[in-house]
Antibody, heavy 123, light 107 residues
Framework: EVQLEQSGAEVKQPGESLKISCKGS????????IVWLRQMPGKGLEWMGI????????RYSPSFQGQVTMSADKSISTAYLQWSSLKASDTAMYYC????????????????WGQGTLVTVSS | DIQMTQSPASVSASLGDRVTISCRAS??????LAWFQQRPGKAPKSLIY???SLHGGVPSKFRGSGSGTDFTLTISSLQPEDFATYYC?????????FGQGTRLEIK
């Protein structure tokens, strides 16, 4: 059974750093891109970027380039999304999902999703 | 970026009804169109890819159609668990973009 298990909710202050995780199981983790998506409170879904666990290659949406860093450790089947300096506007639910087909690039859709990680940034 | 426009923004329906949700792309996306369901407080669930193909385990009451710029999601025999928000997504070009969502409510 394919599963993506995300780390728990976080409450941080502006300016702090943060790294959240997404652990995959039930499939060949290093062969499928992992995508990260943002959902701000009461809003829709936004595609942030993708990371390939096989070699940690990461591609970003222009809207998120330079704002976050995506990485992966294939030895523990885990992908990461991190911030070096959080802002209040980073408050959102963050989801990871896996691409439907192995390999490929940015133009693919997703099949399985993580349960989401709620990040709250407040002073 | 390709703009995805869903209509209506919300729709009310009764148990057993059939509803149709529309999604329009700002340019030709062939059939690179997916649909997702998000129940309140839950993670999205993938329903359809390539405009009309169901993901594994998705019941046949969900039907996707369309090509080019105009797509539809039809849901038959509405049950309580179907009342949710539905999103379309294009993955023809990068970055993939979503519609704003259609909220399906119980009448």
């Amino acid at each position: 059974e394919v599963q993506l298990e995300q780390s728990g909710a976080e409450v941080k202050q502006p300016g702090e750093s943060l790294k959240i995780s997404c652990k995959g199981s039930g499939y060949s983790f290093d062969s499928f891109w992992i995508v990260w998506l943002r959902q701000m409170p009461g809003k829709g879904l936004e595609w942030m970027g993708i990371v390939y666990p096989g070699d940690s290659d990461a591609r970003y949406s222009p809207s998120f380039q330079g704002q976050v860093t995506m990485s992966a450790d294939k030895s523990i089947s885990t992908a990461y999304l991190q911030w070096s300096s959080l802002k209040a506007s980073d408050t959102a639910m963050y989801y990871c999902a896996k691409h439907r087909r192995p390999g490929g690039g940015m133009s693919e859709t997703f099949d399985f999703w993580g349960q989401g990680t709620l990040v709250t940034v407040s002073s | 970026d390709i703009q995805m426009t869903q209509s209506p923004a919300s729709v009310s329906a009764s148990l057993g009804d059939r509803v149709t949700i529309s999604c329009r792309a700002s340019q030709d996306i062939i059939n690179h169109l997916a649909w997702f369901q998000q129940r309140p407080g839950k993670a999205p669930k993938s329903l359809i890819y390539a405009a009309s193909s169901l993901h594994g385990g998705v019941p046949s009451k969900f039907r996707g159609s369309g090509s080019g710029t105009d797509f539809t999601l039809t849901i038959s025999s509405l049950q309580p668990e179907d009342f949710a928000t539905y999103y379309c997504q294009q993955y023809y070009t990068s970055p993939p973009t979503f519609g704003q969502g259609t909220r399906l409510e119980i009448k």
